[in-house]
């Protein structure tokens, strides 16, 4: 019953009959090896036991192994201290170059509800480190193995925002190389310097954009199988802040309740699979930068193909500028002789009505002046005869000849000094007397 005792005499030691004395827990068991030097002894120490009732050996109910993997500055360190309760245990960094340049493995203490528990911190070398290169990352990475070799309670991939693509990388030797892919489901992903990591809708709405963010994010969430932990733990010079406190209960609770185990496999094996894969990576590097180096050419020559079509299509379209413009021209010209013609024709429409207005008025005055010399030859024969009746036909050659008679007056008046002409109409007289 309470106050009987009980619970204080588990701390003292008890004689066993026979001289036994007090031996650890029923689920230990310690083993003295004795043999020559190459036996093979100490390898047998490598060896895990498998008990009868397929029992196996794993660490107690009140230990939790934790592993810590995050990218440089992504506050995996800074997580590391929340957890030990601690402000420089691990060496925190800020910039692009890891304070953690192999494995650290700190065990410590903490209590959670009525229980103490014993917390061994893994924490890895950053993701990302320009100094080192990715096998020797990946490399350091399996150390974690060695540390972990009993088992590992939780994996925390730290992030302090948006994934990047080394982080997915990361990520994926995570599960593919290093622990296989039953690691997912004691992987969690750890959002650190999250202000309003108290807020349930805040850090819901930012689990909603992390998930469709960027091609990183997408390889990373597709995968993940826990919840996303929310905490705030400031770096080690912030000093005490009431964040870091709630961040590492958050932190601690989730770990006294990951009560199943993970047995990594051993660091050779998984060395093995790091050299496999970086080989195959360097491999589909080299055959990346081999398309790469034909799309390249390829691209050039589709610019230098482009850029030839485009100079035959300026010389066409230039060619066809030129006809039009000749064709504008000889259109141009076409339209000025044209009008020319037009102009030609108008003149010898104008010419031709005039030479036919002045052929009229040509026709017109000598019909007038036929008319008029009908007119006066009647009068110059009527006088011829008056003449002829009073002087009779002797001496009329001589009268016209002279210029003495009225009729040769008026025939001078008649046609001038054409006196054939007279003398011709006065030979005609007597006919023309004999007829009127």
Not at 294 to 316: G, P, S, T, V, Y
Request: hydrophobic letters at 35%; a positive charge.
């Amino acid at each position: 019953r309470t106050g009987s005792g009980k619970s204080s005499r588990v701390k003292q030691r008890v004689t066993l009959p026979g001289g036994m004395s007090d031996v650890p827990s029923a689920s230990s068991r310690t083993v003295v090896l004795i043999g020559r030097t190459g036996s093979g002894k100490s390898s047998r120490v490598k060896q895990r036991v498998t008990l009868p009732g397929g029992m196996s050996d794993v660490p107690s109910a009140s230990s939790r192994t934790v592993v810590l993997i995050g990218r440089t500055g992504s506050g995996k360190s800074s997580c590391a201290n929340t957890l030990a309760n601690s402000l420089d245990m691990f060496p925190e960094s800020e910039g692009s170059v890891s304070k953690t340049k192999y494995v650290q493995a700190k065990e410590v203490t903490f209590e959670w509800g009525k229980k103490t528990y014993s917390l061994k911190i893994v924490d890895t070398i950053g993701i990302g480190d320009t100094k080192l290169s990715d096998e020797e990352v990946y490399t350091r990475l399996a150390h974690a193995c060695h540390e972990c070799r009993e088992g590992i309670n939780a994996v925390y991939f730290v992030t302090g925002g948006r994934f990047t693509i080394p982080e997915a990388d990361a990520w994926d030797i995570l599960w593919q190389v290093l622990f296989g892919s039953e690691i997912l489901n004691f992987t969690t992903i750890v959002r650190t310097q999250f202000r309003k990591f108290r807020d349930a809708k805040a850090t819901e709405q930012d689990t909603e954009e992390m998930k469709t963010e960027s091609t990183a994010a997408l390889r990373i969430m597709h995968n993940v199988k826990n919840p996303i932990m929310y905490v705030d733990n400031p770096p080690a010079d912030y000093g005490d802040n009431p964040n870091r406190e709630d961040s590492r209960k958050i932190l601690l609770g989730h770990l006294a309740l990951s009560q199943k185990v993970f047995k990594p496999p051993v660091f050779k094996e998984v060395k093995q699979r790091i050299s496999n894969h970086v080989e195959e990576a360097r491999r589909l590097a080299e055959e990346r930068a081999q398309l790469q180096k034909q799309i390249e050419e390829m691209k050039r020559a589709q610019d230098i193909a482009a850029k030839n079509q485009a100079q035959a299509q300026a010389r066409l379209e230039e060619q066809l500028e030129e006809m039009k413009r000749a064709r504008d021209t000889t259109a141009e010209d076409l339209a000025k002789v044209q009008e020319l013609l037009e102009a030609q024709k108008e003149k010898m429409k104008r010419d031709q009505d005039a030479n036919a207005r002045e052929q009229a008025e040509a026709r017109a005055l000598m019909h007038r002046l036929c008319k008029q010399e009908k007119k006066e030859d009647d009068e110059v024969s009527r006088e011829m005869c008056n003449l002829i009746r009073e002087q009779g036909n002797k001496g009329i050659c001589e009268t016209v000849l002279g210029g003495a008679g009225k009729g040769v007056d008026m025939a001078g008046r008649w046609v001038g000094s054409k006196v054939d002409a007279a003398v011709e109409v006065v030979k005609a007289v007597p006919e023309s007397c004999s007829v009127m």
